[in-house]
């Protein structure tokens, strides 16, 4: 019904910059010297601080910063904005938002690279939003997760629409301002089927069916980059023999094997294996995955978290694996969120971060978008 959509679509948005504002504190430590007390230690914090009375924080506490969030939510929030304000997709008021955003508050932790593309965009004056990231490494484009991070309103704003094959469109545009390498793009596609399929879910997650999904839709849009890739190459040299496809040619649907393992798995897997296997790097494809396994896994009984629900599960689990934690819990957090709903998210963490009453409104936003545009 109406409301279960409403509080998903919140859920989705403010789920994410909870992952941020939560996760940014351990970005760049090994799992090792994370662990899951001192997760709980933070969160704890944060909880001391709220007073059910008034729904805020205590009056100590009020003076306190807000957590505040990264590079990962303002640009969500860009790309949540530019899509409400054009009520569609508009490539240079997207990237002129992206590059303001950051000239006006550069220190939100951003990438190395990205910053050459938000100065080439400004200097153009916006006129090819899409150039200054296709000349990133060298014509490489960059592999990062900056795309897949920021990715959330996008599945909001074309859920009506209910076609894969549109969202996946919509997400490539939008991913391609910043970020142009086929990983970046599929990784970020990859996350948008995530967040959509945990909107049309209910009730129990079933990691199966969930996992099939994902990497059915995936292998899809693989499979078409691998034939644009293959049939370039074959005009560029004469007499390339037909090869056998290899899991090279569909890296994501290919790791959505190792996503149901995990998550599926009587125990917990070892923190080394998914570290190793999955990763907890910025690239996207170390990082997406871990993201959507979090979630799945979360689903399960983790030691230590028995008395927290899934969706605080899912942010914990996922902060505890290190590395790129602000970008793995965003997106996990954006996928759990999306799944369980707002009313999953507790009160105390939603009065301590920076961010959530805007993401609460661009929900309604895109909802009422959503709802109107049929
Ligand atoms: N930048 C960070 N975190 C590290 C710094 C803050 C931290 N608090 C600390 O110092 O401890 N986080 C943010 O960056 C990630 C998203 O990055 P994005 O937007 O993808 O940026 P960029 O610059 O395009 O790519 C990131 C780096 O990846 C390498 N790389 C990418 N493509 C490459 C290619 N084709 N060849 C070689 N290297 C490539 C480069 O090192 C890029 O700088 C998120 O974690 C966000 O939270
Ligand atoms: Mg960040
Ligand atoms: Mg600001
Ligand atoms: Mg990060």
């Known amino acids: 019904s109406k409301n279960v959509l409403l509080s998903k679509f919140k859920g989705a948005l403010v789920g994410a910059v909870l992952g941020d504002c939560i996760g940014s504190e351990f970005e760049g430590l090994w799992a090792k010297s994370i662990g899951v007390e001192k997760v709980l230690k933070s969160i704890g914090k944060l909880e001391s601080e709220y007073d059910p009375a008034t729904d805020g924080r205590k009056a100590d506490k009020q ?27 508009d490539a240079k008021h997207m990237a002129k938002m992206f590059s303001e955003e950051y000239f006006k508050d550069p220190y939100r932790g951003y990438g190395g690279s990205i910053i050459t593309v938000f100065s080439k965009l400004k200097d153009a004056e916006f006129a090819d939003p899409y150039k200054p990231a296709a000349e990133q490494f060298d014509g490489e484009g960059s592999y990062g997760n900056g795309g897949a991070m920021r990715i959330v309103p996008a599945p909001l704003f074309a859920y009506r629409q209910n076609d894969v094959q549109h969202l996946t469109e919509l997400v490539e545009q939008i991913t391609k301002i910043t970020h142009s390498h086929p990983s970046a793009i599929n990784g970020a596609i990859f996350q948008s089927f995530a967040v959509d399929l945990a909107l049309r879910g209910s009730k129990e997650v079933d990691t199966g069916a969930f996992c099939d999904e994902l990497q059915k839709r995936i292998m899809e849009r693989e499979k078409k980059v691998t034939e644009k890739i293959k049939k370039r190459k074959l005009e560029e040299v004469e007499a390339e023999e037909d090869k056998e496809a290899t899991p090279f040619d569909f890296p994501y649907a290919s790791i959505t094997d190792d996503i149901r393992k995990y998550a599926l798995q009587d125990d917990l897997p070892s923190t080394e294996e998914i570290t190793g296997n999955l990763g907890t790097d910025i690239s996207a494809y170390r ?51 999306a799944w369980y709903g707002i009313e999953a998210i507790p009160k105390s963490w939603q009065a301590s971060c920076e961010s959530v009453e805007d993401a609460l409104k661009f929900a309604e936003q895109l909802y009422e978008l959503s709802s109107t545009s049929e």
Request: without cysteine.
């Open 63 to 89: 003076d306190m910063l807000l957590r505040d969030y990264t590079d990962d939510t303002a640009m969500a929030r860009s790309v949540a904005q530019s899509l409400i304000e054009n009520k569609g997709f």
């Open 287 to 337: 990082s997406v995955p871990t993201a959507v396994y979090s979630f799945l896994r979360a689903s399960k009984h983790i030691d230590k978290l028995e008395d927290r629900n899934s969706f605080e599960k899912t942010i914990i689990y996922a902060i505890t694996l290190g590395g790129d934690t602000d970008t793995i819990a965003t997106m996990a957090g954006a996928i759990a969120g």
